[in-house]
């Protein structure tokens, strides 16, 4: 079986109105990236997570357009990815 190093990744609301809050748990303090992807793949934002195994980051693009998006959480050996609705 491949290693992973997140045992929890998880957005909520979902769907949501732009202001939703992320959960990333790994399994021992590393430094990661958050972005948010845009139907296209274009990364509308991103945010450095430093030095931690678990966060929860709030995040507010209440102004976007409604639509599908992902939030990317790429961690020093791999990339998860995270489907929400922005309604």
Do not use: C, H, M
């Not at 678990?54 to 357009?65: C, L, M, N, P």
């Amino acid at each position: 079986p491949a290693f992973t190093q997140v045992l929890e990744f998880a957005i909520f609301p979902n769907p949501n109105d732009g202001r939703f809050t992320a959960r990333v748990v790994l399994t021992e303090a590393l430094n990661a990236e958050l972005f948010i992807l845009l139907g296209n793949g274009e990364v509308a934002s991103s945010r450095k997570l430093n030095g931690a195994s678990s966060y929860i980051e709030s995040f507010d693009i209440s102004g976007a357009v409604p639509g599908i998006y992902a939030l990317a959480l790429k961690t020093p050996s791999e990339w998860k990815y995270f489907n929400f609705i922005k309604e």
